[in-house]
């Protein structure tokens, strides 16, 4: 990239920062889902630019996280920083922000969930939670394998979700990996939902106790 295409790209992340980059994250922190984001918003954005600053916000907040929960790491995120040359020209330069929490590996203990003994699934999430607190708490989620894959799967157990479920995670960019959802009430009667019609297979983890959780009822 040439130093003038670096200066454009700079200035029109700055503006966009400017324009909308804070309410968006304000309005993610409220619970809006993409497409209620970008009606609330005054500056006409695309939707990928409102996905995009959506989802670099739950990664930086720890709403999602890239990598299996409980390893070992420092992430790493981008800011802009507006510097002034002797004749007052300005210029933006990229420099890397660590949010400077590696945090200790979980040394796991793995079981499977068997409702004849665990009981109630939601019963026994909610419990996790508050065990644990839901900051410490995630769900593997591979729905972006599953839409690459034009899965019928994905179709048809997202109907029995409600709208606002729908939407929140139609609204979500998911690459085509697993990723860790935090185990927050939306996403927990989201799951929770999936598993009682049959829909839902995957693992859950619960970091102050050091518990992952199998579960396998999909069909």
């Not at 497409?35 to 609330?40: A, D, H, M, P, V």
């Not at 660590?98 to 003994?117: A, H, K, N, T």
């Not at 959802?181 to 102050?208: A, P, Q, S």
């Amino acid at each position: 990239m040439s130093e003038q295409d670096y200066f454009k790209s700079a200035l029109s992340d700055f503006t966009f920062e400017v324009a909308c980059g804070g309410a968006i994250r304000h309005l993610t922190d409220l619970g809006y889902t993409v497409s209620q984001i970008k009606e609330q918003l005054a500056f006409p954005t695309a939707l990928e630019k409102v996905q995009k600053t959506v989802w670099e916000h739950m990664l930086d907040t720890k709403t999602l996280c890239l990598e299996e929960p409980g390893k070992k790491g420092t992430s790493e995120k981008f800011d802009y920083i507006r510097e002034y040359d002797q004749y007052g020209k300005a210029s933006f330069r990229r420099v890397t922000v660590s949010d400077g929490s590696p945090g200790e590996p979980v040394l796991w203990r793995e079981r499977d969930f068997y409702p004849e003994r665990d009981g109630a699934f939601a019963d026994f999430l909610a419990g996790k939670c508050r065990e644990n607190g839901q900051e410490n708490a995630y769900v593997s989620c591979d729905f972006g394998i599953n839409a690459k894959r034009g899965s019928a799967y994905l179709k048809g157990s997202f109907q029995i979700l409600d709208k606002r479920q729908q939407d929140y995670i139609y609204g979500l960019p998911w690459p085509e990996k697993v990723v860790y959802h935090r185990l927050d009430g939306r996403m927990r009667e989201i799951i929770v939902k999936l598993y009682d019609n049959g829909c839902y297979r995957g693992t859950f983890y619960f970091l102050r106790t050091g518990e992952k959780l199998h579960v396998h009822n999909m069909t």
